[in-house]
């Protein structure tokens, strides 16, 4: 087996290694030799999700093309058909659904068999022409390793399921322009029309010699034929290499009325684009792309949207990969997940956060639900909740400090950071509370397996309240070869609200969604006993003075989605 330390960055893509936290540098190996864990299968078959899309074998990376096509939804993804690691001969896999939940997996797309994408066939978009025709750009990495961009279109536009692609005999339609290095242009966004020009445009990631983010913008009548608009649409010193980027209007619009759009690599911000200067300004510099948002505090990356015309809504996906060893990769045959699809839009309440929800369809999984009513927590303590099973769950939850404890809190509490502020663990006077997840319902004390999802409320200097929430995995897992860390940030908490969360737990995933939404947090937990029956869930308040009452607990259990294999018959 291949146990190099890194995967990608030489092909010129991002790392694409199990394990690897891109802000710590820490890799885990293939190859860990003594410290490796001593997985059983039964525990990583426990880790294989029931209602997230993922392939049936095999390694699987960034969302591609998603589109809705003749009553279907269409995902592609970047698939290795030849095992559970990152390969240089990257495929495109492809699903269809008829809700974005029950997935049936079709034939391969495309594969990389040509000379312009024979070092693998990268990430592209889908866009649909006004007479419902398919146009599909991709970046290919030649013979030569240079980074292309290639055309192809359905064999069959009378096939709802899309199951054969044609690629263009006349590719690749771009190159890199001469400023750009070769193993920097990739990932060619959703084309949108320009009606003061007939032209469509589309977007490509890059960097310059200066380390710096940029999106390049070109023009086209017929997909084929592209001129470069001169002017960068937007760069951001120190930011690195765009990939995977995205440009789309707020609020859901289908047409690209770009007067405020959001323009989104690994992360996002928000801005106004002036077609007549092609340049995107964003609206809050200290927000701008690469330094200020992010759709996702945790394990989420590669996000990519498309806008659904049967129910007039923007969807988003994301690339939820593994931070376990490649060693436990290649014993359970397969790695990585897309996310729960989500909807996205503007939110008008605060005007500067977008907000993420799982798509609605997602509650049809609902089966067994538990109405817990209100549940007061004193500090320093945790309260079981009476579940039948705890591995696959949608909760939700609404929280209340004691407004007493509340105000007698006066004492600044300025230096609270997810990250680096102890977790689930580091006290404060109103926090950290919320839910112990997959927690081991048998086994109390020290090493009890559990992933913390909370919040931290802060007193600033002003005066005011911050809240923090967070997902704390240091203790998810007794598991010694895995990357567990404290991710989170601070919310947004408007007058009146509640302190909110919803939580989908599948197995070896855990997304969360606090405050409607408005941040968003998903984490990779591999425990070794909590899982199973063995499974529990908790409230937790480990404050140091304050109660907090759950105001509202619904824990609904999950049924599994039932991926399928392709059928002709379908």
């Known amino acids: 087996m291949d146990v190099r330390s890194s995967r990608g960055p030489e092909s010129g893509v991002s790392e694409k290694t199990s394990g690897t936290d891109g802000e710590s540098g820490g890799m885990l190996r293939a190859d860990a030799g003594s410290n490796a864990f001593p997985w059983s299968n039964a525990m990583l078959q426990w880790q294989r999700t029931g209602f997230h899309l993922q392939p049936e074998k095999n390694w699987m990376n960034d969302p591609n093309g998603p589109v809705y096509y003749k009553g279907w939804y269409h995902l592609f993804y970047q698939y290795n058909p030849d095992g559970a690691i990152w390969g240089n001969k990257i495929a495109w896999g492809h699903a269809v659904s008829w809700d974005l939940l029950r997935w049936r997996h079709l034939p391969i797309a495309m594969f990389p068999d040509q000379w312009y994408d024979i070092n693998g066939a990268w990430l592209g978009s889908a866009t649909v022409l006004p007479d419902g025709r398919i146009v599909m750009l991709y970046t290919g990495s030649t013979n030569a390793s240079v ?24 590719n690749p339609v771009l190159y890199p322009p001469p400023h750009i290095r070769e193993k920097d242009f990739w990932d060619p966004t959703t084309a949108w029309y ?18 710096a983010g940029m999106a390049l913008t070109y023009k086209t009548k017929n997909f084929i034929d592209f001129e470069l608009i001169p002017r960068v649409l937007h760069r951001v010193p120190a930011t690195g290499m765009w990939e995977c980027i995205d440009l789309y209007p707020v609020g859901g619009a ?8 959001v323009v989104a690599a690994s992360n996002s911000g928000r801005g106004r684009y002036d077609a007549a200067t092609n340049k995107w300004t964003p609206l809050d510099v200290d927000a701008d792309v690469g330094i200020g948002l992010r759709y996702d505090w945790g394990k989420f990356y590669a996000s990519k949207t498309f806008y659904d015309l049967a129910k007039k809504r923007r969807v988003l996906w994301g690339w ?39 798509v609605v369809e997602v509650e049809t999984l609902r089966t067994n639900s538990t109405n817990l009513g209100s ?23 609404s929280f209340h400090l004691d407004p007493l404890d509340v105000v007698a809190a006066k004492e600044a509490d300025v230096g609270y950071n ?97 405050q409607g939404g408005r941040s968003t947090v998903t984490s990779r937990v591999y425990p070794t006993e909590a899982i199973y029956a063995n499974a529990g869930v908790y409230l937790f308040n480990n404050a140091t003075s304050a109660r907090v009452t759950a105001t509202s ?12 294999a392709y059928m002709a018959s379908l």
């Open 553 to 564: 607990l619904v824990v609904h259990e999950m049924d599994s989605s039932y991926n399928q």
């Open 320 to 358: 939820v990969g593994e931070t376990n060893s490649e060693r436990a990769d290649v014993a359970k045959g397969w790695a990585s997940l897309q996310s729960i699809p989500r909807t996205v839009v503007l939110d008008t309440k605060t005007g500067s956060n977008l907000i993420q929800w799982p």
């Open 147 to 170: 980074q292309v961009q290639c055309l192809a279109f359905p064999s069959d536009p009378s096939d709802p399921l899309l199951t054969n692609w044609t690629k263009y005999e006349g």
């Open 418 to 514: 997810c990250s680096t502020s102890g977790g689930a663990a580091g006290r404060g006077a109103l926090g950290p509370f919320g839910l112990l997840i997959l927690t081991n319902a048998r086994r109390h004390g020290g090493d009890t397996e559990l992933t913390a999802v909370y919040f931290y409320v802060a007193r600033g200097l002003d005066g005011g309240l911050r809240t923090h929430f967070c997902h704390d995995e240091s203790w998810s897992s007794r598991a010694n070869d895995i990357v567990k860390r404290v991710v989170g940030n601070i919310v947004p908490v408007l007058d009146g609200e509640a302190l909110s969360v919803r939580v989908l737990v599948d197995h070896s995933i855990v997304e969360s969604f606090a």
């Open 375 to 397: 549940i007061t927590v004193d500090h320093g303590s945790v309260f079981p909740l009476s579940l039948h099973r705890a591995t696959q769950l949608d909760i939700e939850a």
């Open 254 to 261: 289908r047409g690209i009325d770009m007067t405020e759009a």
């Open 194 to 211: 320009d009606g003061t020009n007939g032209m469509w445009q589309i977007v490509i990631g890059s960097k310059d010699d200066r380390h």
